[in-house]
């Protein structure tokens, strides 16, 4: 495992923690793959609380942004988008979903007309759904 599986790994499923137990019986080839994507949730979705201002948290948002780009590119940073890049053609060559996953996030900030927890959470589940989609493709369960 390479510094940057590790780093996913650390972020995402730590042990104990329910995607850990959620992959525990999972082959490790699927762990390598599944684990990115949710490091990056976990990565994006903890700009939202890291900042009390909401030009940083917007900062932090356009930089991923520039970074999925990057991964889109071929020219990825960070450990959890070099880790992308490495798993599937898919992502690498299709990085849709985790922009419209990044814009959902960012609207989720920027929309002055979220009026409750149940407006917030259905916006950030919105968001999830792009992980989710590429999850199901990468164990097959999804449509190609």
Known sequence: ?????????????????NLYYALLFE????????????????EIT?????STDPGVTHMKLNWWSEELTRL?????HHPITVSLQSITDDIRNNSAPLLNYL?????????QSITGFD???DSL????????LLASRLTKHGNP
């Open 46 to 50: 903890a700009c939202l609380s890291a």
């Open 27 to 42: 082959s490790e080839d699927l762990k390598t793959q599944l684990r990115p994507l949710f490091a990056l949730h976990y």
């Open 125 to 132: 589940t919105q968001g999830l759904g792009h992980i989710w």
């Open 1 to 17: 495992m390479n510094v940057h599986q590790i780093y996913c790994r650390e972020k995402a499923a730590p042990d104990g923690s």
């Open 119 to 121: 407006d917030w959470f």
């Open 72 to 76: 889109s590119e071929g020219n990825p």
């Open 103 to 111: 814009t959902t996030i960012h609207s989720i900030v920027m929309k």
